[in-house]
């Protein structure tokens, strides 16, 4: 005889826990020039763009951080942000210890995503093996100028820790219902995260998506790679998002408005 469906306890079947996405800003860069976000854009546009993480709350209690932010003082110095709070302050303001975060996923290496992994003292990190073996050498050295090299010393120092995992490559379910893809080429490796949620799956494009524009432009990153591997990128992420509302860009002032406010700089994506 053979039996069909998942394994059940008690007659009651098992579920893989179910997420809540939540948007984080901890900071505004003003007047940003819009041609370095999207490809072609009118030189003379700019916009007060967000800095924000995301927060990945799991019914099995994990908490689960997509993104670090940034805090060391050479970055606030270099580009001066507005409304600044430290990421880890952000997450206390919202009514979470900072060393209660279990997991950091790390879409990319640039600073403002990577510089506050170490503010999380409990967390593994998550990141492709493809883009840490690509921009940190040994000892820590940086071996691409994508990565600051203070952040390449701290990431290394973190793998030393035992800390450090490494994702093997696309589409891979690192956490139950939280899968990790690449092909968005915002750098050699960049990812993005798919997250099961109540409505749906959620998106977190990072990077690999810069502001709602371009998904509905259908136009590239203006930093990438390869612009016909980000575009490839995108229209794959509306057909792993249950709808296009629920693929969340990394830098666009309008997630604060779309959805519904949770917290001081704090909305639900749902």
């Given at each position: 005889m053979l039996l069909a469906g998942p394994i059940t306890t008690r007659g009651v079947e098992a579920r893989p826990p179910?997420?809540?996405?939540?948007?984080?800003?901890?900071?505004?860069?003003?007047?940003?020039?819009?041609?370095?976000?999207?490809?072609?854009?009118d030189t003379t546009r700019k916009l007060d763009i967000a800095m924000m993480f995301w927060l990945l709350e799991g019914s099995d209690r994990r908490r689960v951080l997509v993104d670090a932010g940034f805090y060391r003082q050479k970055f606030l110095d270099s580009w001066k942000p507005a409304d600044f709070v430290s990421p880890a302050e952000a997450v206390k303001r919202f009514g979470i210890a900072p060393d209660s975060i279990t997991d950091v996923i790390i879409s990319h290496v640039h600073w403002d995503h990577l510089d506050g992994a170490d503010l999380f003292p409990s967390a593994r990190i998550w990141i492709q093996r493809e883009e840490y073996e690509h921009h940190v050498g040994a000892g820590g050295t940086r071996l691409d100028p994508a990565i600051d090299s203070v952040d390449a010393a701290m990431l290394a120092k973190l793998d030393a820790e035992g800390r450090v995992k490494r994702v093997e490559g696309d589409a891979q379910e690192i956490l139950p219902g939280v899968t990790v893809y690449t092909g968005g080429k915002h750098t050699f490796a960049s990812q993005y995260a798919g997250v099961r949620t109540a409505k749906g799956t959620v998106v977190v494009a990072s990077d690999n998506l810069y502001l709602y524009e371009n998904l509905d432009r259908h136009l590239a990153i203006a930093q990438t790679l390869d612009a016909k591997s980000n575009l490839a990128a995108q229209e794959r992420m509306k057909t792993i998002a249950s709808s296009p509302r629920l693929i969340v860009p990394g830098h666009d002032p309008a997630v604060f408005t779309r959805f519904k406010r949770a917290g001081v700089g704090v909305v639900k994506v749902e």
């Open positions: 179910v997420w809540r996405v939540y948007a984080i800003r901890y900071a505004t860069i003003p007047a940003f020039p819009v041609r370095f976000l999207v490809a072609g854009a």
